[in-house]
């Protein structure tokens, strides 16, 4: 019995012990638990935060204000400079013109005579108008380039007595001095066509200028010689650069006759280019030609000796 009770008091100390054990252990595991959960806590170190920027007061920029600028009808064009204030009242675009085909009684264009009319006071000629120009006509010559026929439009010209005026480009009197030369010593006008070729409505009035001015001056010490006739390339002109021109004591010259010439790879048959050109005989008639062309260069005696069948003289062309 006494064995008994032993044992039975064993027992419940170990059922005791063992209680206790697993107690601790499941403590232990929340704890190993929490201490992970703090591991985490503790691993997830919150990033710094980055400084706040400062904060900047507003900087209101006040408005540049911009010089009062000049009226100026030429759009995307400078301003005018003071020196060329005085056409700033002048308009300034392209004057649309051509000579035409409807002619009056005495066969010259009417654009001519209209454009006459209202231009003619800045020194430029659409056909020469007046008493002093009866029976008579002006032969000119454009020069771009050389296409080796002026040589033998000068020898035509020596032989038939007649003067003309070969309008050329600065490249032109650089590249065919030769040439330029002989014009001069056989009694020619040698022109004003520009230093570049461009349009002169389409650049600055500074830009205007050197255009005539670097050419002038060119032929002036390379040649001894002061150009005054000029002759706008494309036949581009607006009021503001004839008025320019005859500042610079230039005459401007259009024409009151031209053709389709000037390319030497569609030259029209010879006998077509002469009906062409005597067809409507004028007084103060203006002959533009290029002497680019072989046709105006294979024609050119037979046209002269035509005109002045009907009783017109070839006139030298003076200002």
């Known amino acids: 019995m006494k064995n008994t009770r032993i044992m039975a008091m064993i027992l419940v100390l170990c059922l005791i012990l063992s209680s206790c054990?697993?107690?601790?252990?499941?403590?232990?595991?929340?704890?190993?638990e929490e201490g992970l959960s703090s591991d985490i806590q503790i691993s997830e170190v919150p990033t710094q935060s980055e400084p706040e920027e400062p904060v900047m007061e507003e900087i209101i920029e006040e408005p540049i204000e911009e010089p009062e600028?000049?009226?100026?009808?030429?759009?995307?064009?400078?301003?005018?400079?003071?020196?060329?204030?005085?056409?700033?009242?002048?308009?300034?675009?392209?004057?649309?013109?051509g000579p035409g085909t409807n002619y009056n009684e005495n066969g010259t264009p009417?654009?001519?005579?209209?454009?006459?009319?209202?231009?003619?006071?800045?020194?430029?000629?659409?056909?020469?108008?007046?008493?002093?120009?009866?029976?008579?006509?002006?032969?000119?010559?454009?020069e771009g380039y050389e296409n080796g026929y002026t040589s033998q439009i000068l020898d035509v010209l020596k032989e038939k007595g007649v003067s003309a005026v070969f309008f050329i480009t600065l490249s032109y009197a650089?590249?065919?001095?030769?040439?330029?030369?002989?014009?001069?010593?056989?009694?020619?006008?040698?022109?004003?066509?520009?230093?570049?070729?461009?349009?002169?409505?389409?650049i600055t009035m500074e830009e205007a200028y050197a255009e005539i001015a670097d050419l002038h001056n060119y032929v002036s010490e390379n040649f001894g010689y002061d150009m005054y006739l000029f002759r706008?390339?494309?036949?581009?002109?607006?009021e503001r650069t004839?008025?320019?021109?005859?500042?610079?004591?230039?005459?401007?010259v259009c024409w009151s006759f031209a053709y389709a010439d000037w390319d030497p790879d569609n030259q029209m048959e010879h006998q077509k280019a002469f009906e062409r050109i005597t067809r409507n005989i004028h007084d103060g008639e203006i002959y533009l030609l290029h002497a680019v062309s072989a046709t105006n260069t294979a024609i050119l005696g037979d046209v002269i000796d035509y005109v002045r069948s009907q009783?017109?003289?070839?006139?030298?062309?003076l200002p």
């Open 21 to 32: 054990g697993r107690n601790k252990k499941e403590s232990g595991i929340i704890e190993k």
């Open 69 to 97: 600028k000049i009226e100026n009808d030429i759009a995307d064009l400078e301003e005018l400079s003071p020196y060329f204030q005085e056409f700033a009242d002048l308009k300034s675009e392209q004057v649309p013109w």
């Open 110 to 142: 009417i654009a001519c005579v209209d454009l006459q009319k209202t231009y003619g006071k800045y020194s430029a000629d659409f056909y020469r108008e007046g008493t002093e120009h009866e029976k008579k006509v002006y032969l000119t010559f454009d």
């Open 174 to 202: 650089k590249s065919e001095p030769e040439l330029v030369q002989r014009m001069i010593d056989e009694g020619h006008v040698v022109g004003n066509h520009s230093s570049r070729h461009p349009n002169m409505t389409q």
């Open 232 to 238: 706008p390339p494309e036949g581009a002109f607006s």
């Open 242 to 252: 004839l008025a320019l021109l005859e500042k610079m004591n230039y005459r401007t």
């Open 311 to 317: 009783g017109y003289t070839f006139e030298k062309y």
